[in-house]
């Protein structure tokens, strides 16, 4: 005969397992460091990556390589000089870039989207502006960031040269004023590089798609321009070389330097700009770079919806 058993209530089924938890929540009392730590952590990571540090060794290996290339030619010249005991450096400070622009080309190519594409990729750029930091702010510490990494990349060998110079016993005072020079074209180079790049990789979330659009940009322009120029040079017509260097970014920078930093110019037949050509071409690097930082503010305005 089967025993009926007594029936337990709820509260009495689960009233030996209740159990309060003071898992600890609170609220945060600490420093608030706000929108200008955080553009400047924004910015140092920024510069950090756009050399792999902070990376894995696969990151690091291009940005060092090319490092490396623009500083090797520097330290032979260096070495040349000092051997030879040679009156003046083999190259000035201010061709120093233009001759070495395919290199700070890739460099651009390679870095620009690295600095914006995955964030675009991933949709990381909305939890950015979920913090203090703004779309000004996003967009200057991104600017910044590849304008220091390319002036580190330019910089670094025109102070190898420097350094040599002086220990070569050439004039300290040619050397400190070609130096001065040299770093102010590079300064420029370095502004309008990174805004050129920085635009042409936000454009798209594919890093490959972002690196083979700044080289085409950068290197086809330097080739049609320069093309062009050595045509009208055979054919007499030295007055339209200079116009036509306002449309590369590298005889962008090589007619400016030539016509206000005392650079020799490397147009067909070595006809730079005039004083007043110059002044153009300070007036129209000076509004790419603006025109490059109002058209990423326009576009991070949107992508950060």
Same mark, same amino acid.
């Given at each position: 005969?089967?025993?009926? &058993?007594?029936?337990? @209530?709820?509260? *009495?089924?689960?009233?030996? &397992?209740?159990r309060i938890h003071n898992i600890g929540y609170r609220s945060y009392d600490g420093p608030r460091l706000g929108r200008s730590y955080a553009t400047r952590s924004l910015y140092s990571q920024s510069l950090r990556g756009s050399y792999g540090l902070g990376r894995s060794v696969k990151s690091k290996v291009l940005p060092m390589l090319l490092f490396v290339v623009m500083c090797v030619p520097a330290a032979i010249m260096v070495a040349v000089a000092v051997a030879t005991k040679a009156k003046d450096l083999p190259l000035d400070y201010t061709r120093y870039a233009i001759v070495m622009q395919a290199v700070i080309s890739l460099y651009v190519a390679s870095q620009a989207p690295q600095s914006v594409s995955r964030d675009l990729r991933f949709k990381t750029v909305p939890?950015? /502006?979920?913090?203090p930091i703004e779309t000004a702010d996003y967009v200057r510490a991104k600017f910044a960031a590849l304008a220091s990494a390319l002036f580190i !990349? @330019?910089?670094?060998?025109?102070?190898v040269l420097y350094v040599g110079a002086l220990l070569a016993k050439l004039d300290f005072g040619d050397q400190t004023k070609g130096f001065a020079q040299g770093l102010v074209?590079?300064?420029? %180079?370095? %502004? %309008? /590089?990174?805004? !050129?790049? %920085?635009? $042409? *990789?936000?454009v798209t979330p594919r890093r490959g798609f972002g690196i083979a659009a700044v080289i085409a940009v950068l290197t086809i322009s330097y080739?049609?321009?320069? @093309?062009? &120029?050595? $045509? =009208?040079?055979? &054919?007499?017509?030295?007055?339209?070389i200079a116009w036509m260097g306002l449309f590369s970014p590298v005889t962008l920078i090589d007619g400016l330097q030539s016509a206000f930093l005392g =650079?020799?110019?490397?147009f067909p037949g070595g006809v730079g700009p005039t004083n007043g050509e110059g002044v153009v071409y300070v007036l129209v690097t000076l509004g790419l770079i603006a025109a490059c930082y109002g058209l990423l503010m326009r576009r991070y305005r949107k992508v950060g919806l």
């Open positions: 005969m089967a025993v009926e &058993q007594p029936m337990r @209530t709820p509260a *009495a089924a689960s009233g030996d &397992q209740t939890l950015y /502006f979920s913090r !990349l @330019t910089a670094a060998p025109l102070l074209s590079v300064a420029l %180079l370095s %502004l %309008l /590089f990174a805004g !050129l790049g %920085l635009v $042409i *990789a936000s080739g049609a321009v320069s @093309t062009l &120029q050595a $045509i =009208a040079d055979a &054919q007499g017509s030295t007055g339209s =650079a020799s110019s490397t």
